[in-house]
């Protein structure tokens, strides 16, 4: 069981780290976000945050996926199930933003059409739903009816507030052309407000689901650390 344990220290990590990224970049803009800034500064807070934390967040959710994928068999059918239907929405997650997102992104930047750069962002925004259920379904096996009803939770109240946000923002995004070389390539430029309208309740909610996971997490990680040492003290007994 031990792989388990480090895939749910992984996830672990993998969620604090997104809660660094997601509340450094937040506080260090004072909840104003502007592309136009970002873009201009490429030594600012948020950029580096991204660039630095980011794919070591994606590598540890990943680690995370494959450790606990696994050795889902040895908890029984309903884990196994959920584990791997966890991995599998991972995939069609990395697929969409990669088929599907990646593609109209280019092709907005190329043409300047508006309406790709918005298809492109629903894409991404339909596909973070797939992601933000990865965490619950990889532990709703594993815990009972308490740890289950708290995940069940952060998952309704993430999905919530991080599409609602995600979702809301899309609508302030425009291209603007920027000249490069002899070619113009169009910019996806937005900016957008936090502190106003619904965006602190929403923002909320995303933190408060990620808290819930990352609290169900750690505890499936104490317990499964606690129960170690007892099974091996039965096989001795045995």
């Given at each position: 069981?031990?792989?388990?344990t480090?895939?749910l ?12 990224i ?13 592309t ?36 889902a068999?040895?908890?029984?059918t ?64 594993l ?34 052309p ?21 965006y ?36 001795t007994?045995?």
């Amino acid at each position: 069981m031990k792989r388990t344990t480090w895939g749910l220290l992984a996830m672990c990590l993998s969620l604090l780290l997104g809660t660094a990224i997601a509340l450094g970049s937040l506080i260090s803009v004072g909840g104003q976000l502007n592309t136009a800034d970002l873009v201009g500064n490429p030594m600012s807070v948020p950029t580096l945050l991204v660039s630095c934390l980011d794919p070591l967040a994606i590598l540890l959710e990943i680690a995370a996926i494959v450790l606990i994928v696994s050795q889902a068999r040895q908890y029984g059918t309903l884990h196994h199930r959920l584990a791997w239907t966890a991995a599998i929405l991972y995939l069609l997650w990395a697929a969409a933003n990669l088929l599907g997102f990646l593609p109209l992104s280019l092709l907005s930047a190329q043409t300047g059409s508006l309406q790709m750069a918005l298809a492109g962002q629903w894409v991404k925004a339909g596909a973070a739903l797939l992601a933000y259920a990865v965490p619950a379904l990889l532990v709703l096996g594993l815990g009972n009816r308490a740890t289950r009803a708290v995940t069940a939770a952060g998952w309704l109240i993430s999905a919530i507030g991080n599409f609602g946000t995600l979702a809301t923002t899309i609508s302030a995004i425009a291209l603007e052309p920027v000249v490069s070389g002899d070619r113009v390539i169009y910019a996806v430029q937005f900016s957008v407000d936090y502190t106003g309208g619904f965006y602190p309740l929403l923002l909320t909610m995303g933190y408060i689901g990620g808290a819930l996971y990352l609290a169900v997490y750690l505890y499936l990680a104490w317990q499964q650390r606690r129960t170690r040492p007892l099974e091996r003290a039965a096989s001795t007994a045995g």
